[in-house]
């Protein structure tokens, strides 16, 4: 019998940003039959001047399992929090929706890794080169290496860049996001609603020594510039902003 895979995605209109990123996910790390794959995708209303149909039937032509929503208006936070909530598998692969992976990657030995240590919650990919040392600082804290992964030796928080993570953990988080912040800050030690969470729990990023870097996150802001879309800054980031 084959494992399923939840993939969640957060999305907004740009079709073409969104086939990039499936395009290459999918030959270089959803591509292993021993899995049932599933999509969740969130598509917020704002973005190209398209039908926000066309990102999902981008989505269609490469998983046949597709789960999506497009609300009403955009919004960062319920994206996240919807997409979380409708995860059924174990393990479970966020990926939002302008990243590119640049080398195969076996799923397979990436869940091994996780269920091999049951306080990791997590694999990340890095979006730049790893040096040659068995301890690197990245994400604010420090990372040892152990057998073809860095895991943290304290909690600091949890980035929302390419991942691997386990269900379970984001069970715990979900039901302490609040709709009106990023994620993606809320989810720090330094939030008393996460600190207890955070700390039952280490954090690993999939790589050795020397490597180059495993993702690139760029299109979504060239993307951005050349739309003319940019971050609120008065305010906490929720959905883009449209220049004049």
């Not at 030959?27 to 039908?51: M, Q, T």
């Not at 080398?103 to 919650?121: H, Y």
């Amino acid at each position: 019998m084959k494992r399923s895979i939840d993939i969640t995605t957060t999305s907004v209109i740009r079709p073409e940003i969104l086939r990039k990123t499936l395009g290459t996910f999918c030959s270089n790390l959803f591509y292993d039959d021993k899995f049932d794959y599933r999509l969740i995708i969130n598509v917020d209303p704002i973005g190209e001047d398209k039908d926000p149909m066309e990102v999902v039937e981008v989505a269609k032509s490469f998983f046949d399992d597709v789960v999506y929503r497009i609300p009403k208006e955009p919004s960062f936070s319920k994206a996240v929090m919807w997409v979380w909530g409708e995860i059924l598998s174990d393990y479970v692969f966020h990926l939002e929706d302008d990243w590119i992976i640049l080398r195969k990657i076996p799923l397979i030995e990436m869940i091994r890794m996780l269920e091999e240590n049951d306080e990791l919650a997590c694999l990340h990919f890095y979006r730049k080169e790893i040096s040659n040392r068995k301890r690197i600082n990245l994400f604010g804290t420090s990372y040892v290496y152990k057998n073809n992964f860095y895991i943290s030796r304290k909690p600091f928080g949890f980035s929302l860049n390419p991942v691997l993570v386990k269900a379970e953990f984001l069970k715990q988080i979900v039901p302490n996001l609040n709709e009106f912040a990023n994620p993606e800050k809320q989810i720090r030690y330094k939030n008393p609603l996460m600190k207890k969470i955070l700390s039952a729990w280490r954090y690993g990023i999939y790589g050795r020594p020397n490597q180059t870097r495993t993702v690139y996150g760029k299109n979504g802001l060239h993307w951005r510039n050349d739309n003319n879309f940019a971050k609120p800054k008065d305010k906490p980031f929720l959905t883009w902003v449209k220049g004049a």
